[in-house]
Nanobody
């Protein structure tokens, strides 16, 4: 019943911008903390940004000052605004969230590809 669906990925030149969206569905699912991860072949999946239900944010050092995470509680949606993109930002970006009402449950989206050309 619970699903997270990412969108907004694509191909962009270095220095460009993209905005990713993550929409959570499920009538009885309320996202607690929401996160964006990315994964590159041959490397571990890394946490890029997170946002609590109260709006507190954290970022990986590599994206600070360039990426902004935000959310809309009513729409059960998280966003990742990515500016000044670099080739090393290339990867599959995944949305993740835990449940406010069901302790210990986490959900993942299917991922969206971001490719930054040199």
């Amino acid at each position: 019943q619970v699903q997270l669906v990412e969108s907004g990925g694509g191909l962009v030149q270095a220095g460009g911008s993209l905005t990713l969206s993550c929409v959570a569905s499920g009538s009885i699912f309320s996202p607690n903390t929401m996160n964006w991860y990315r994964q590159v072949p041959g490397k571990q999946r890394e946490l890029v940004a997170s946002i609590t239900r109260g709006g507190n944010t954290n970022y990986a050092d590599s994206v600070k000052g360039r990426f902004t995470i935000s959310r809309d509680i009513a729409k059960k949606t998280a966003y990742l605004q990515m500016n000044s993109l670099k080739p090393e930002d290339t990867g599959v970006y995944y949305c993740n969230a835990d449940s406010l009402l069901r302790a210990g449950r986490e959900y993942w989206g299917q991922g969206t590809q971001v490719t930054v050309s040199s």
